[in-house]
């Protein structure tokens, strides 16, 4: 059974940290382009940042350049993401998703498989 499974989300204050994780069961992550999207209320789902099949191509939206990193454990079949200086308008659901593409898209449509997402919460 093909499962994505994101954790690490919580309440943070403005500047705080977090470290979110994807793991991947049923198939093998690092044979796919690995996004994390996120959906605030009321808004749109937003793709954040993606890494391609071979990790030489990393896609940042501006809103968290220099803020947020991507990595890949492909010995544990795990996707992170790194958010440092939070801000209250990172506040959404983040979701992890692959897709079975070249290169890198921020296209939700792109993506084969998703997690059921975490939430971060960024608060004083």
């Known amino acids: 059974q093909v499962r994505l499974v994101e954790s690490g989300g919580g309440l943070v204050q403005p500047g705080g940290s977090l470290r979110l994780s994807c793991a991947a069961s049923?198939?093998?992550?690092?044979?796919?382009?690995v996004g994390w999207f996120r959906q605030a209320p009321g808004k749109e789902r937003e793709g954040v940042v993606c890494i391609s099949k071979s990790d030489n191509s990393i896609y940042y939206v501006d809103s968290v350049k220099g803020r947020f990193t991507i990595s890949r454990d492909n010995a544990k079949n795990m996707a992170y993401l790194q958010l440092n200086n939070l801000k209250p308008d990172d506040t959404a659901v983040y979701y992890c998703?692959?897709?079975?593409?070249?290169?890198?898209?921020?296209?939700?449509?792109?993506?084969?498989?998703w997690g059921r997402g975490t939430q971060v919460t960024v608060s004083s």
């Open positions: 049923g198939f093998t992550l690092n044979s796919y382009a």
């Open positions: 998703a692959a897709a079975d593409v070249y290169g890198c898209s921020k296209s939700a449509s792109l993506y084969d498989y």
